[in-house]
T-cell receptor
Framework: GESVGLHLPTLSVQEGDNSIINCAYSNSASDYFIWYKQESGKGPQFIID?????DKRQGQRVTVLLNKTVKHLSLQIAATQPGDSAVYFC??????????????FGSGTRLLVRP | ETGVTQTPRHLVMGMTNKKSLKCEQHLGHNAMYWYKQSAKKPLELMFV???????ENNSVPSRFSPECPNSSHLFLHLHTLQPEDSALYLC???????????FGQGTRLTVV
């Protein structure tokens, strides 16, 4: 089946340190993955995406790594700031055509930034 | 702002009421989605519309009825809901399926 899961429900980091949020996906998951950030009272906000023909993609202070061998996805946030405090979701589009419209979300990791 | 607007932001309704949630996108996208977000659970896809046609109904009870009159507007009609239907209902849109989806702020629904 299709599943996307996050490894830790909560991650606490010191301000200024780097954060790493992990995600695993099942064999039948997508060729396309997205990381979303959701702050309290808001909808999920796109952070960065990656397709399966890539291993790494960088944005502003964020990097997504894709390890297809172990079906693992990670989001790295450099120099974590208080404004990074939120719930982070990984999401995947299933590869199978009969469910190609279904964006599947993991359960989310809450990132807490300590001052 | 993401370009996806949902109204109302908060809604309290009784189990015998009928209400509607509205979603509007000004991004020129062709696909629109309804998601349900309950506490401590992953986002659950409810419905998908592509070019105004419903392409996915994820086993959603009939007390939730979607409507997509055009590619820019999506409604979710609610009737005879249960307290367990209380959740954050999120609308999203994308240029086409399998591309980045943009979310609205959500409607916080409480059924009493």
């Amino acid at each position: 089946g299709e599943s996307v899961g996050l490894h830790l429900p909560t991650l606490s980091v010191q301000e200024g340190d780097n954060s790493i949020i992990n995600c695993a996906y099942s064999n039948s998951a997508s060729d396309y993955f997205i990381w979303y950030k959701q702050e309290s009272g808001k909808g999920p906000q796109f952070i960065i995406d990656i397709r399966s023909n890539m291993d790494k993609r960088q944005g502003q202070r964020v990097t997504v790594l894709l390890n297809k061998t172990v079906k693992h996805l990670s989001l790295q946030i450099a120099a974590t700031q208080p404004g990074d405090s939120a719930v982070y979701f990984c999401a995947a589009w299933p590869r199978r055509r009969d469910s190609s419209y279904k964006l599947i979300f993991g359960s989310g990791t809450r990132l807490l930034v300590r001052p | 702002e993401t370009g996806v607007t949902q109204t109302p932001r908060h809604l309290v309704m009784g189990m015998t009421n009928k209400k509607s949630l509205k979603c509007e996108q000004h991004l020129g996208h062709n696909a629109m989605y309804w998601y349900k977000q309950s506490a401590k659970k992953p986002l659950e896809l409810m419905f998908v519309y592509n070019f105004k046609e419903q392409t996915e109904n994820n086993s959603v009870p009939s007390r939730f009825s979607p409507e997509c009159p055009n590619s820019s507007h999506l409604f979710l009609h609610l009737h005879t809901l249960q307290p367990e239907d209380s959740a954050l209902y999120l609308c999203a849109s994308s240029r086409q399926p399998n591309t980045e989806a943009f979310f609205g702020q959500g409607t916080r629904l409480t059924v009493v």
